[in-house]
């Protein structure tokens, strides 16, 4: 404890110490209290205080307990004469505890006197790009990483961070690529993570690298962050069974769902081209999954919530869909129509988690029109349900000369329990 222990301290260290090992933390509050009436100036004193009230918010799921934690925290950060580890250690609790409970703005002050106070630590740097990038501000998680990289060029936290922001925020795929490309090869802790493997795979895919993707994404299920080399989404229960392509009979509790899409397939189509006459319903594709062409979708349900003014437009086709509650409840899809538009392709992508499986009734069906799920390429059919994985890599082409339109369902995946579909987060 020697090198968390202030002069000040040294005088009451035995006590500390004592009271450190408590693992009755009511008890070890009272104490510290106690402590601080005689020595109100005592940092360790206060760091046992907090670190209490932060387990007994744990325990008792209390965010009142936690706001003073925090606070108790804060004061640390604000005194004189406290030694660095015991600076850090506060700090950097305090940042993870305001992070939990979205205190985004008084975490970035706390980092920000983490790196006045360490301008070499290129960790308290790092932590603080990762703060701005949670919550979205670009500009200043860019400034900072391009400053910290000028000191530090091949910090792998760095480099990744900073090439994700190119690959995404700026869709800049060349320099993206040569970032996250060098971050991920330091191995550091920290750059083995989903994401950077998925935007680098994705950027050497459009830019025509497909050895080098692959690769990627060989390295990527090594390291654990992909179920397999197709099966590359990020959010995933495990145990599921995973495999590109499902049909009808693998699916028992939903078949009779199928069957009565399949059955009303026309009055589905008609309410899907009403719709699509009307002006404005239908919505560009907004994920940046298209290379080129003209991809549009009109969203009945999504994470589970109904779209009430697009119901309105297709009542027949909501209430059918209704039947199936591992369709409309499902948080981790949506149920839509998809218009797609001839000259259209779309790049190879995986959806987000392997929770969900993916179903298309073809409504109006021109030739020249595939899809690839895998290593496998098929096309629809009018009035026929065809049905896949879409955690797996998925390409979508219309060399045709007419719109495409189908009905996309996503449902639950069937070997999900009960607790799991009640539970797991939207996405
Ligand atoms: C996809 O998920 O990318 C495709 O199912 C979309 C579509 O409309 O074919
Ligand atoms: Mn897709």
Redesign the pocket.
Known sequence: FDNITSSYDYAIKDQLDENDQQNNFALALVRFNKILDAHPKSPRALFGKANCLDQLADKERSNELLRKSIDVYLKILNMEDVPDILYQQAAERCINRMRFIGFYGRAISVHNLLIRRFPDEIKFRNQLSITYLTVNKIKEARSLLVDTLRRWPDDGVALVHYGFILKVSDNNLKEGMKYLAKGLNTKAEGVVDGRFYFHLGDALTRLGKLKQAQDVFIDGVANKVFLSLYQRSLYNVNRLTGKPWWSIGDLPRYQQFFKSLEANYKLIRNEGTNALNGKGSFQDEAEN?RDKGD?K?LELYARGVKNKDNCKRCPFTCKLVESLSDATGCRRGQIKF?V?HPGTH?WP?C?PTNCRL?A?LGLVVPPKTY?RVAQETRSWREGKVLIFD?SFE?E?WHNGTDFRL?L?VDTWHPELTVKEKRTLSSI
């Open positions: 999954l991809w979708q998809s797609m779309v992508h959806g993916r298309h899809i879409d998925h979508v189908v996309i």
